[in-house]
Structures are given as C-alpha cells and as structure tokens.
C-alpha cells in the first residue's frame, strides 16, 4: 500500500545560536536549530535538518529549592556557578549551556547590572558552548540586567529571554545592538505567541533570530495542553504561517522538578519507588513527548535525564 | 484564501493607456500596490483595445516581473495569447481559463501541463451560461475528466462557477454558492474553487458591500480562490477574516497586518 503523504509550503526558521571566531565571537561550535519541513519525525515527508539540542541548566547562584537529588551530581560545585558551568561541558558533555541569571532577583542577590555583566564575561572566557542567557523573572530587573549582559555578550550570538507581551521592547533593542537571538515568552496561548512574534518583527528583528517558548506544563501538570498548543503552532508554520514558525524552547527541567512526583521523598510515599530514580524519569519523559511535540530546544537540569534523552534523540534521528 | 487582483487589465483607462504608450511605470505601481495589499498572484489582461495581444501581453510580463515574482493570471479566450505569455513569464503561471469545451480543453490542458501552469476551468460552454447548480457540476465534471486524462494533477484546477450579476439573475446565488461547495466532491483530489467576483455587483449602486458579502457567503462554501479588488481595503478584510472564521488561519490581534506581510 502507498503511503499517503502530505505537502508541506511551509518550513520552520532556521536560528542559529553562538558565533564561532570567523562570525565574530569566541565560541567553539555553532548550535542550529529549527529548518523542519515536516511534523516532527514524519521523515518521508519533509527534511529535518537539525536534531533537537539540549541545554544544561545552570545558575549564577546556589539554587535553594532544588531536590536533594537534583542537588546531588552538582553538590560539590553548585556555589560555585563557574565550575558548575565547566562540569557540565566538561563531565557531562554539554553542548549549549543556558545560564539563568537568578543572583539577580531582588529577593535572591539583587546583584546589580554590571555584577551580572562581569559574571557572563567570565563565563564566556570559561567555556567554549553556546550560551542561552535568562533573566531572574522580575521584569523591572531583567529589564537593566539583560541588555548589561547581551553588551557584555556583544557579537557571540546568544538566545536571551525572555520577551513578553507587555514586556519586550527593552530585550528586543538589547538584542537588535548586540546581535542576540531572543525568546518570546507566552503563556500557552497560540494567540499571543503569535502576536509577540508579530510585534517583536515590527521592531526590525528577523523572524529567524526568534525562538518561541510556549510555556509547558510536565507529565501531569498540562503537558498534554502544551503538546496541543506545540502542534497546532508547528501544523500552521509547515502551512506558510510564518509568525508561527519559530522553532521552540522548552523549559523541561524547571517544569518537571516542581512536579511533586519529582521530588516527594520516598517515606512519604513508599509505593511511589526510588527517589534517585523518579525525577529523572518525570524529566525524561517529559522530554521525551514534547520532542514529539516538535520542541527544538530543551532546557534540562539532571545529567541523567539528559544522557537518556540524547540517546532517545539519537535512535529518533537514526544516528 | 487565494487572492488574485484584478486590476491589470486594459479595460481599465489608465492600464489601456499605458499599454498602448508602453508605459511601464503605471503597470509596475498598479502591480506593486496590488502585492502590498495582499494579492498572492495578479491577473493580467490586455484589454479590448489591444491591437497585438500576442506581443503585449509579453511586454506586460516583462514589466511586471521586474518589480515582483508572484505569479500571473493569463486572461485571455484566445491560447495563442496565452502561450506566448507563458514563453516569458519566470514565475509559476494561471492560465485564465479555459471553457467547458472540448476543442478548448484539447489545446489548454496540455499547455498548463507543458508550463507547470495552474488552470482555471469556467463552467461554461459553446452552449451558453448555465442555469443551475447541476448544470454547473455537469461542466465541472468535464472539465474535471478531462485534465484526469491528461494528466494533469487536479489540486492545480480551479473550477468557477461563473458568477452573475445580483441584478440580473438574483434566483442563481444560491445556485452558484452550492456549486461551490459540490465541486469539491468531484474528485479525489478535490480540484479548487474561484470566482471572479467583481460581476457579482455589476450594475448595482453598492458594489462594495455586495462584493465582500457574497466573499464571505462563498468562503463559507469553501471558496479556495478569488480574483477580486485587493485594494478595496474593506473586501480585503472581510477575506482574511473569512479565513480566521474557516479555521484556516490562527488568530491574534493583528491578524490583519499579519496577513498583509505574509
């Protein structure tokens, strides 16, 4: 029997992130992602060009909330965000790390702009990957934190995030200066997704330095909502939409260890098996079905769940 | 919704006159101005008073596809005028149209064959325009038949119902709107559908207003094509928001530039 195949107009932007020397900026490999004509993995239907890419997730301060078995590979360096860094590239392998900025948070360090700027300065001189930069959340701060760092970035070709309906015009100037990609933020809706990425080109960035985050949910917390929303933004960008056809980040880790059967000990909850073993489960598996979704990015935080994932992404790719 | 414009045509005073002056730059304006309200593809046609449509219509090409590479919409009843359009034109063309007829089918299928050209079907025949919906799918039928024959892939037919005027024949709306939706039926693949709108509201004193609301009736039936006014800014509108209504496109609140800059 024939297969009955469809026809794709559309394809998803191709986004580059870090420049290497010859680009302008001092990083080792350049990350592409995105350039999909066709739904996620129906290969007999459109190229896949670029394989979907894992980001470790580090910060510029000791996370205070972090389960213990989240905590546990990183222990002996995580107050030491530099090392941190380094052990993921160097131990684990990272080929992009995204850094998010939390020391920055008036609640947490309240470091100033020129505190956070030096810090990614310094990261940058320690490895050699891609770097996605993340603001702490608080829009005022990230608004004098973020453009200090894409300056202190300048010409390395970053994705930095976030942008936000009521909130972009500050990163999106930075990020036009300082030759960035940027994230546009939206909180599962398609609907806005689709209108940040339409004001966000109205201010002269390029559809293809845009990577959209649709905000997820984990396995039993809305992943099913996001997958949904994943599906019919990537459906309309394969069909000419081209305000839909960013590729998409996904914050896997910081979703999937808030799941409470991520992190709930095991005496409380005795038929709920391993500790060691569950959140790295409630992670991979989180991974694995918004990689189904069409996820091009995913921002990971176990070494475990992310060593399972790069080998599901390979058996998915055939490598 | 697929949006042709209709406004390069040397019915029209200015375009006539441009054609005879060979006058590139009023039919380079009316092409870009055309694009930038939304026109995917351009009919063009050289019009009653052109001596040589055969060398004018290429001259038209020439001058438009300087400025733009969408496609073109070949409007004429004679094929020789046609294929020497298609000799010229870079951009993928529309040929505009055939009849229902055979000896017309026999030289234009195959030439929309030979030039990847899309093709444009009229329901109508030798034997005049139809009177009801099922005289209407009988041609369609025809027309249908006969590009399977040839060969020719039958997503790239678009089938038009011939619209008529409100005023002349009021009794035939509905008629023409079920065609639209019953051509669809045809065939597997389903060929597609387009009118030419403007003739809906010929004669009539609000011509507007009757153009954009059978629009948005006929995309209701499934209506895949128009060649329309794209700069009637109102008609253009009640398109794109036709489209948002059929689900064919995501809304947001600009839904409307964002369709423009596509």
């Keep these: 029997m024939e297969l009955s195949l469809e026809k794709w107009s559309g394809a998803v932007s191709t986004v580059s992130i870090g420049a290497s020397k010859e680009e302008g900026g001092t990083r080792s490999a350049v990350l592409k992602v995105g350039g999909q004509k066709t739904p996620p993995y129906l290969f007999a239907e459109g190229q896949i060009p670029h394989r979907p890419q894992i980001a470790f997730e580090v910060w510029d301060i000791a996370p205070v909330d972090w389960p213990q078995e989240l905590f546990k590979p990183y222990q002996d360096i995580i107050k030491d965000p530099l090392s941190w860094a380094q052990k993921c590239v160097t131990d684990y392998g990272a080929k992009s790390l995204c850094v998010r900025l939390m020391a920055a948070h008036p609640d947490f360090g309240d470091r100033t702009p020129q505190q956070e700027a030096g810090f990614i300065r310094d990261l940058l001189k320690k490895v050699g990957v891609p770097l996605i930069i993340m603001g702490c959340g608080d829009d005022t701060k990230d608004n004098l934190v973020l453009p200090a760092c894409c300056e202190a970035a300048r010409g390395e070709r970053c994705l930095v995030g976030s942008a936000m309906q009521d909130n972009y015009k500050t990163l999106v100037a930075a990020a036009l200066a300082d030759g960035h990609n940027i994230i546009a933020e939206s909180p599962i809706d398609i609907n806005i997704a689709k209108q940040l990425n339409i004001l966000i080109s109205d201010m002269g960035l390029a559809l293809e330095r845009i990577v959209i985050n649709p905000t997820i949910g984990s396995l039993g917390y809305g992943l099913e909502y996001a997958y949904s929303i994943m599906e019919r933004a990537r459906l309309a960008a394969l069909a000419g939409d081209r305000m839909m056809s960013s590729p998409f980040i996904c914050f896997v880790g910081q979703e999937s260890w808030r799941a409470k059967e991520a992190k709930a000990p095991a005496s409380e909850f005795p038929g709920w098996g391993l500790e060691a073993e569950r959140g790295i489960l409630w992670e991979a598996i989180t991974a694995t079905a918004l990689i189904q979704a069409g996820a091009d990015i995913l921002v990971m935080r176990h070494p475990k769940a992310i060593e399972k994932i790069e080998k599901y992404i390979n058996s998915l790719m055939g490598d | ?262």
Excluded: H
């Design chain 2, 1 to 262: 919704m697929f949006i042709i414009g209709e406004l390069i045509n040397g019915m029209y005073k200015n375009i006539g006159r441009a054609i005879k002056d060979k006058d590139k730059a009023v039919i380079q304006k009316c092409a870009l101005e055309q694009v930038k309200a939304g026109a995917d593809a351009l009919d063009i046609n050289c019009g009653p008073v052109s001596r040589d449509p055969v060398s004018d219509i290429q001259w038209l090409i020439n001058a438009i596809q300087e400025v733009t590479d969408k496609p073109l919409a070949l409007d004429s009843s004679k094929p020789a005028v046609i294929e020497s359009g298609l000799k010229v034109l870079k951009a993928r063309a529309i040929i505009n149209s055939t009849t229902a007829d055979p000896e017309k089918l026999e030289i234009l299928v195959p030439l929309a064959k030979k030039y990847n050209a899309k093709l444009i079907g009229l329901t109508i025949s030798s034997k005049g325009i139809p009177q009801n919906k099922d005289q209407r799918l009988e041609l369609a039928a025809a027309i249908v038949a006969n590009c399977s024959d040839a060969g020719f892939p039958r997503e790239d037919l678009y089938l038009d119902p011939i619209v008529m005027p409100v005023n002349v024949a009021q009794a035939q709306m509905c008629e023409i709107l079920e065609a639209i939706r019953e051509f669809k039926i045809i065939s597997d693949p389903a060929p597609r559908s387009i009118v030419g709108l403007s003739n809906v509201s010929q004669g009539t004193c609000v011509r507007s207003l009757i153009n954009r609301t059978f629009l948005t009736m006929a995309a209701a039936f499934g209506l895949d094509a128009a060649i329309l006014d794209p700069l009637d800014q109102e008609l253009m509108d009640a398109a794109i928001t036709s489209d948002l209504i059929m689900n064919k496109n995501i809304y947001c609140d600009s839904y409307l530039d964002a369709y423009r800059k596509k």
